[in-house]
Structure formats: structure tokens, C-alpha cells
């Protein structure tokens, strides 16, 4: 079995590979050879299909060495307060053969300071007949997002190690999907991630109550910036360009727009400002348990008005302020247990009770933003369990938080409206571009 070998192969021209990595179509070279021993200066990219045999080749040399078994791929994570030699000896090296691949490995990266959870596949062969020690034929990890690193045993025995990094682009993503399980989970298999999505849900939730009125099976839609590898794997993600949400047979559709005072805020179709005044639901994910009026107290055990609405949600979970405003009570109030009150313009007041603790830096006088987290899902006070207990007061007096008429976002006009609609016209061919691809390929899908 002929090893491969970088530096014999022919000098040939690096891959071009087409990639179309959740619905955007792009180029991109392959896997660039890093770091060899003994490799020339500027060794020449390798396209994923190399990427894929230096990354199995520690696999595939059990021909090569005389006396074993085929080798066992055998995965690892290092555990907290283990060392990499100790990790590798679990899979089942000897002490001198985890000695020698660690040494190996420290001229690519630190094997010192690791951290629990660095996985690892090694390949251990076992003696034919069961005589004498295992040994390592090869060993391969992820030391970052783009990084890879094999060891692999080379026909004399020695071990070898290759360095392989993938290369990163830019790129504008369209990602489309349906929803089962909460919004993150059905945002993070079409590539999307925790930040991204969180934004999502801060627009959302002006319009959509996530627990009520959105189901299983809804559409969305997402288009944002990232920094993102051959293999389609998110190294960073940029700005949230577009989201669409469908629910209750409606969609509903915000793009991102830098207006003349250098501030992205979001905006419908017609340019209108979709951040109104308070936030619908408070709470991520949460749904309401309780609604405004009357009720049986469900511990007093008499009628009584409850006089705001509760939100089911686990301890912990954060809290978001419902608008601009300043605190003007973060405190122990009777029943209410940890309380927060914050005041907005035009008499608007609201508050948050049972908190289990507050949000860093919320005090009395402080003022927060939409969306800031301002404590945590809680039980304490008069509680059954861990929820939020949300009121709206107006001028004074408590309403109805649910369907509570507050006030609205600014309209874009001018020359702001325009470049407006220029830029809603470049996100809303991604979105046309990524429609005709999943057409075109839906025949060949039905084979």
C-alpha cells in the first residue's frame, strides 16, 4: 500500500470547487497542506477529497505494518484535569507510544494547556495472536474550526504528522427551514447560531407571541453575513440581513437598514419601523400560564384579580426588558418576591416579579435598552414555581398587557426610503436566487 505523499505528488493547478452552502452558490479552493516536516515552502492546496484521505490515511495502514490486526478507530475527549498523554492511553496506547505521539503534536499546537472536551480518533492495532504490546498506527483531531492535524505512522515506524487548514470566505447566507422544537433548535440546523437567532427572537417578539402563535410545521426564512468554511461549517456570524416568519397563515418580513445617523434598525416592507414600543413577550420561548383578570389564587385559594400575566418558563431563563427606559424599582416586594419596575415615556410602567436574581448592573436609576436582560426566571415571593408574573401600567393604573395599545415605529421617507428600497431589493433577490435553486432541484430529488 503506496503512502501518499504531498511533496511527490505532480505540481498541478489548486481546485476550484463549487460549493453551495445553504442555498448560496460560491466559490472556494479546498484544504491548504499548512505545515509538513520536510514539506517545500509553499506546498500546493489540497481539494476536500485529499483533505479526506490525510485525514483517514492514520486509519489505513494496517497492511503497513507488520505482526497486527487491523487497526480499531477508537473516538476520545479528553477529561477535565487529564492530560493528552493519559487521553491517548485510554484509547489504548502504551505509555511510550502516547509519549511519543504528544511530542509529536506539540510542534503544532499546545498539548499542555487543553482543555476537557478536545476529541480525538485514534487508531489502535492490537497484536496478531496477542503477542506483546497495541500500537498506535495513527491519530487524528480538530484543534479549531479550521484546523485539522493526523498522525499518522509512517512504513519504518516513525510517526508523521500533517497540518491541514481549511480555507474561510465571506458570505451572505439564505436559510430557509420549518419550525419543530423551539426557534434555536429549528434555526441551528439550517446553520444558523445562538446570536443570530437571538436577534430573531427580539424582532419576533413585537409581533408574535413564540408560545401561542406560532406551530409546528410554520416556515421562516433567515438571510445574514458569515464567515464560513468549504465544509459549511459558521466560524462567525455577521450582521442579520432578513427574517420571515410565518404563523396564524400570515407572513410576516423585516430587513435590516443603516439609516443616515450610522444605526441599523429593522423595517417592514413598506420601510415602517417594526420596533414598537414594548416587547409582546418578555421572556424567550416562554408561554403564558395565566392570563389578566380575575381568577382563583392558586395559593390564597379565593377569587381575586390577577393583575397582569404570567409566564410559564424554567428558573433561570433571562428576562428582557420590554423598552427603553429607566428602573425605578429593583427590589423585595411582599408577594411579588424579586421585583423590577421600569418607567418608559408618554406614563408607560412596567414590572416583573418572582425573579430569582437580577440582570448585572440593574439598580434603581438605571436605565436599560429593549431587549436587555434585566434578571431571571424565579420563584421567589408568593410562587407555586419558577415564572414570570408581567404587568403594563398607564398612567398609573394596570391594563391588560395582552393586546394593550401602545405606541408605534417611525416610517422612512426621502432619500432614506429609497435607499431603503434598493436594499430590499438586493436581499429579495437572494431570496429569488435561493427559490430557483430549490426548484431546479427538486426533480432530481424525487429519484
Known sequence: ??????????????????????????LGVGWK????????PSPPPLAPAALAALQHQAFAQAEAQPGFDRPESISVKVRSGETLQAAVER???????????????????????????????????????GRGSARLIGLSMRTSPVKAITVSRTFDGALRLHELEEKVVDETTVARGEMHGSLYESAAKVGANREVTAEVVKLFAHKLDFSRDIKAGDEFSLVFDRKVTESGRTIEAGDLLYAEIEAKGQKTRFYRFERDDGKAQFFDETGKNIKGFLLRTPVDGARMTSSF?????????????????????????????????????AKRWGGYGNWVRIRHQGGWETGYAHMSRYGKGIKAGQRVVQGQVIGYVGSTGRSTGPHLHYEVWLRGARINPVGAKVPQGTILAGRELAAFKAQKARVDRLLGAKAGTQMAASPATQH
Open 1 to 26: 500500500m503506496q503512502e501518499f505523499d504531498p511533496r511527490r505528488a505532480p505540481a498541478r493547478k489548486a481546485p476550484t470547487v463549487l460549493l453551495a452552502v445553504a442555498g448560496v452558490v460560491m
Open 33 to 40: 497542506l499548512t505545515s509538513e516536516q520536510a514539506a517545500p
Open 91 to 129: 484509547a489504548g496506547a502504551s505509555a511510550n507510544e502516547a509519549r511519543g505521539v504528544v511530542e509529536v503534536l506539540g510542534s503544532s499546537f499546545d498539548t499542555v494547556h487543553i482543555k476537557a472536551g478536545l476529541a480525538f480518533q485514534a487508531a489502535i492495532a492490537q497484536p496478531r495472536e
Open 293 to 329: 383578570g380575575m381568577r382563583r389564587h392558586p395559593i390564597l385559594g379565593y377569587r381575586r384579580a390577577h393583575q397582569g400575566i404570567d409566564f410559564g418558563a424554567g428558573s433561570g431563563t433571562p428576562i428582557l426588558a420590554a423598552g427603553d427606559g429607566v428602573v425605578v424599582d
